[in-house]
């Protein structure tokens, strides 16, 4: 493969992304293989009918085993969120959206959403058990199909909401996709704090709650740090292959088209015995803005795709994957100067902040610095078809996780 100049190769960088530039809001979802389907996606809403000027909703949902959760909650669930907030402000008044309330709807809706899924799959076929070859084919490629679908992938959801006056920040997470808080101290650094902790079998809480609520015979529950030996995540909206009796698996959901790997369906027959392993049970925290006014804070939402590439261990440090805390690397990123000593035990290529201008996209920067930095190589072979659709067991395959990275100045 020819090396092209740095400057082309970003050129190729940001014509493989989706990326949006809205006020001070910055976007990019990427996926640049191209036999693989981006399920990411991104909501950015202005609420204008809640209390006072226009709430802003952000959010980064990282579908798996298909688009279908992803897109059906990236589409209903914000609605849902400020239909309810609009509900109690007509019945009481503005101010009864305290920051306790705000916070405890924001987990209760995504729960209650959650469970609507479900709910349909069982008004559908209360009893998979029964069901012959022929009708459950019949089920799901019926009128009735994209219900069993959206059940059966899974997103994870990390939501940002603001008030219109931007004295308050509420932040809901369910899954591993990351909300982080960077800010410039005293001295002049930038430092960065991850607001909700990630939902996956490599959280050590996350891994003895799941492992505590099954018998200790089930020896499969948290394999490998996966849910039943195949799903990484440990809270998700969909995923009901996880949460309802393995018969749903068997007879429904997997007849479905899937882009999940083997070991997760495997694992969600063979080793589901007492469901359910997953829950959309969401974590949410509140911030006083007034407390980091000063100090010029801007907040990130992105998927897990950019641990992975942070990480190297699906990318160029397939032998010796990075453990530095993403969050500060991402925040440290955003920052005029550059930690060089940092840089250099996260990669082994220069970083530039700044690099796509003063009227640049800094969520494409962003991912343009993690993904290869000035290193033109190393940036276009993770653009390269030849690389990216390589056998799993070929030393110089890359994979690339789609990643989705939201920017925002809370200015």
């Known amino acids: ?32 293989a191209p036999n693989r389907e981006n399920e990411d996606r ?17 959010a980064v949902l990282d579908g798996h085993n298909g688009k279908a959760a992803a897109e059906y909650t990236a589409q209903h669930l914000p609605d849902q969120i400020r239909a309810g907030l609009r509900s109690k402000v007509s019945r009481a008044a503005p101010q009864a959206l305290d920051a306790e309330y705000v916070r405890k709807h924001l987990v209760h809706r995504i729960k209650k959403f959650d469970e609507t899924l479900g709910a349909a799959v069982k008004e559908l076929c209360p009893d998979p058990s029964v069901l012959t070859d022929a009708e459950a084919h019949a089920l799901i490629s019926g009128p009735n199909a994209a219900v069993f679908q959206r059940a059966y992938s899974g997103t994870t959801i990390t939501a940002a909401l603001i008030d219109g006056d931007k004295k308050n920040l509420w932040i809901v997470g369910l899954g591993d996709s990351s909300a982080v808080l960077s800010s410039v101290s005293r001295d002049g650094h930038r430092s ?15 891994y003895a709650r799941i492992t505590l609520s099954h018998p200790s015979s089930e020896e499969n529950v ?33 007849r479905l088209p899937s ?37 010029k804070p801007t907040l990130l939402l992105y998927t897990d795709g950019v641990d992975n590439i942070i990480a190297g261990h699906f990318l160029f440090r397939k032998g010796n994957p990075c453990n530095e805390n993403t969050a500060t690397v991402m925040g440290a990123l955003l920052g005029d100067a550059v930690d060089h000593e940092l840089m250099q035990r996260v990669f082994d290529h220069q970083v530039e902040p700044g690099w ?27 653009l390269d078809p030849e690389y990216l659709t390589r056998p799993e067991d070929d030393p110089e395959s890359l994979y690339v996780d789609d990643t989705s990275i939201i920017v925002y100045p809370l200015v």
């Open 222 to 254: 948290m394999k490998d740090n996966r849910v039943l030996g195949g799903l990484s995540p440990t809270r998700a909206i969909g995923d009901f292959d996880f949460k309802f009796s393995a018969d749903y698996a068997k007879q429904i959901f997997h």
């Open 356 to 382: 796509t201008g003063e009227n640049g996209n800094k969520a494409v920067e962003l991912l343009g610095n993690i993904l290869g930095g000035t290193n033109t190589s190393r940036l276009s072979r993770a």
């Open 192 to 206: 960065s704090e991850r607001l909700i902790k990630l939902h996956n079998g490599r959280t050590p809480t996350e």
């Open 259 to 295: 882009s999940a790997y083997p070991a997760t369906k495997y694992g969600a027959i063979h080793y589901n015995h007492t469901p359910p392993y997953v829950t959309a049970r969401s974590d949410a925290r509140h911030i006083d803005l007034a407390i980091v006014r000063d100090q």
């Open 1 to 32: 493969m020819e090396c092209p100049s740095l400057e082309r190769a970003r050129t190729a960088l940001k014509e493989a992304c989706i990326a949006t530039r809205s006020g001070h809001i910055h976007t990019v979802t990427f996926q640049p």
């Open 42 to 58: 991104i909501v950015i809403q202005e609420w204008d009918d809640i209390a006072g000027p226009p709430w802003l909703f952000l």
